[in-house]
Every structure is written in structure tokens, then in C-alpha cells.
């Protein structure tokens, strides 16, 4: 016997079928509520900002392993945009961060949820299976050098180092202009160098360039080594306690321009860059919050503050100012870590310092 269905019931039928197919398009079934760090960090659902806020007013904190302060302000407005969060940080030196980070995951300790350390800190880290993988839909915006292979981090800044000098010490015609320039008497006792691992990549691009034999003549030069950042060297540039360093970043110099502060930046042939990556660790506590602050240092938002902090973009959806022609992206070499303990016992032998 056939079943008669009326028109009413086939239109019915027919618009059930439609949304869900709309709704399957979208992405909206596409998977169910992510509950581990993976499926958090992965997750692409049309309800992925939804669920991701909720999940962080329920978290209610963040912790980040980063270095320096020079990006606060960037941190400042993703609390102000999500201000249920409450934001916690740990800063250092990123050999520093790094070992700390693997002594605490020996121990079973694992308490970090977003990280922003520079890229040669994160190798290590990526290979003891401390980091997650992870999605954006910014990273779309992204160029694809800039977004590890494994997707285990994206650049999310860059800067580059060479040199810094005193404007009311050093005229901008008196300024060394090459690396060779550094090697002038009237330079001996004036330069100060940093002592933390940007020293040992400083000299990392100086051996691009030059061979061992110039960098013992730079020891020569009686340069002054701190045990601080190049951040702080910057500002003792600024002072006057120093009237230049041939390892100061242009957006330090930048941002300090910006107030009024007496510097300026030139690049001495080939320079070493920062390149800093946003991580979320794989045992997070907290990676509902860890994935809301990855989407917003890699959004436009994000990135626009770091640009108005000196710094560069890999956005190709953003304008960078003027880039040095020659970049070294040591930290993406293969034998960087071996390169990086010669580069430091070198420096240990010709300044004296370096960690």
C-alpha cells in the first residue's frame, strides 16, 4: 500500500534537510565540544570564539613565560579585552625561560599556559614534546616561513640587532657605518655589550661575516660586557654610561625615539633578528585562555601594537617601515645549538662574558 505524504510534510522535510547542511557547511557540527589541550588548541568550529571565552571565564587565568617587558602593552589589551582573565607572567633571559621550563617538566611540574620566547628557546622545547600544535584563523594572514612546520609556534614579532648610538655623543656622520668602523681607537672603552644569549647571536652574524680573528680584535676594544638585557643596554646607551653598542634592537630604539630619548639605529651589514614565537604549551592548565591570547597577538589588533612598538610583522596583511638587507635567521639552521656554545665560549675568550 503506498504512503501518501502531504506537500506540507515534504517541504518540512526538505527545509530540516536544507539547515542542516547549511549548518554542517559552516562548521557548526563539524566537531563536537574540544575538552584536551590538543583539541582546545585545534579546534575549528563556528563556535570556536564562544566556546573558547567561555572556557577562560571558568579558567580565570593565564600564566606566560616571556622575555623582557617591552611587550606589556600588548598584554595590557588583551586583559582589557578579556578582563575576567587574570594575567600572570614570568620574564627572563630566553636560555633562562627555556631551562626553566624543562626542569619543571622533569619534575612533573607543568604550569605554564601561553609562551613567548624567541625562536632558538622553542627548538628544544618543540623536541621534548613541551609544546601543542596549533590552528588560527589568522594564521591564514601569515607567511608561511614565519609558522614552524609543525605548526608548534607562528612569529608573532621580529626585530633585528646591530648598532645603537648616543646622538649627544655620536653624530650621525661620526657613527660607524660597517663592522670594520668598530675597530676605530676612538671607540675603545665606549662600547658596551650585553651579556645574556644576545651576545652569542650578535656574534653568530658577525662570523657570517668576519672570521674569529676580527672578533678577538673587537675584544680589544676594551668593550664593556652587563649582565643584562640588550633592553637594559639600550637604556644605558640612552644615559650616556655608554656611548654606543653594536648589539641593540631597532624597536628598542624605536620605542625609546618615541619619548624623546637620545638614540638612534643603523645596521652594520648583515644583522641577527629576533624572532619571537606564540606557543601554547602542551600540558596547559589554562588553554581556553592560552588560545584567546594566540588569536589576539596574531590578529591585526595584536600586531598593529607591535608594529607602534618598533617591531616587525609577518602579517602580509600589514606594512613593515624600511628591513635591513641582510637578515640572519640563525635560529632556523639546523646546527644552531652546537653554533650557539661555540659562539659563547668565544665570547667568554675575547670579552669576557656572555651566558
Known amino acids: 500500500m503506498r504512503t501518501i505524504r502531504s506537500s506540507a510534510w515534504r517541504g518540512a522535510v526538505a527545509a530540516a534537510s536544507f539547515a542542516a547542511a547549511a549548518l554542517a557547511q559552516t562548521g557548526a557540527f563539524a566537531q563536537s565540544p574540544p575538552k584536551t ?46 578582563p575576567f582573565l587574570r594575567i600572570e607572567t614570568k620574564r627572563n633571559d630566553t636560555a633562562v625561560m627555556t631551562r626553566l621550563m624543562m626542569e619543571e617538566a622533569s619534575a612533573g611540574a607543568f604550569n605554564v599556559d601561553a609562551i613567548e620566547l624567541t625562536a632558538g628557546g622553542l627548538y628544544p622545547l618543540r623536541d621534548a614534546g613541551l609544546l601543542q600544535p596549533y590552528w588560527s584563523p589568522e594564521l591564514a594572514a601569515y607567511r608561511k616561513d614565519a609558522i614552524e612546520p609543525g605548526n608548534h609556534w607562528v612569529i608573532d614579532y621580529e626585530s633585528y640587532l646591530s648598532l645603537g648610538y648616543n646622538t649627544n ?165 639546523p646546527d644552531y645549538i652546537a653554533n650557539y656554545e661555540k659562539w659563547i665560549a668565544l665570547a667568554r675568550s675575547a670579552f669576557g662574558g656572555g651566558k
Do not use: C
Not at 56 to 76: C, M, S
Not at 184 to 212: F, H, I
Not at 217 to 230: D, F, N, P
Open 37 to 82: 589541550v590538543a583539541e582546545i588548541a585545534n579546534y575549528k568550529g563556528a563556535d570556536r570564539q564562544m566556546i573558547f571565552v567561555e572556557g577562560a571565564k571558568k579558567e580565570g587565568r593565564l600564566l606566560l613565560y616571556a622575555i623582557g617587558t617591552q611587550a606589556d602593552p600588548v598584554y595590557k589589551a588583551f586583559n582589557e579585552k578579556y
Open 169 to 333: 655623543l655620536v653624530s650621525e656622520a661620526d657613527a660607524p657605518k660597517t663592522l670594520d668602523d668598530l675597530l676605530d681607537p676612538k671607540w675603545q672603552g665606549k662600547m658596551a655589550l650585553p651579556g645574556t644569549s644576545t651576545l652569542a647571536n650578535w656574534l653568530g652574524s658577525v662570523l657570517k661575516q668576519k672570521d674569529e680573528a676580527f672578533v678577538r680584535r673587537l675584544g680589544q676594544q676594551k668593550m664593556r660586557v652587563y649582565e643584562v638585557s640588550a633592553r637594559a643596554v639600550a637604556n644605558l646607551v640612552i644615559s650616556g654610561e655608554a656611548a654606543l653598542s653594536p648589539a641593540i634592537f631597532n624597536s628598542h630604539v624605536a620605542n625609546s625615539r618615541e619619548t624623546g630619548a637620545p638614540i638612534a639605529w643603523r645596521a652594520l651589514g648583515g644583522v641577527y633578528p629576533t624572532t619571537d614565537g606564540a606557543v601554547i604549551a602542551a600540558h596547559a592548565p589554562h588553554p581556553f585562555a592560552a588560545m584567546l591570547f594566540i588569536d589576539f597577538v596574531l590578529s591585526v589588533e595584536g600586531q598593529k601594537i607591535f608594529q607602534k612598538l618598533g617591531y616587525s610583522t609577518a602579517r602580509t596583511d600589514l606594512q613593515n617601515g624600511d628591513k635591513p638587507s641582510t637578515i640572519y635567521y640563525l635560529a632556523d639552521e
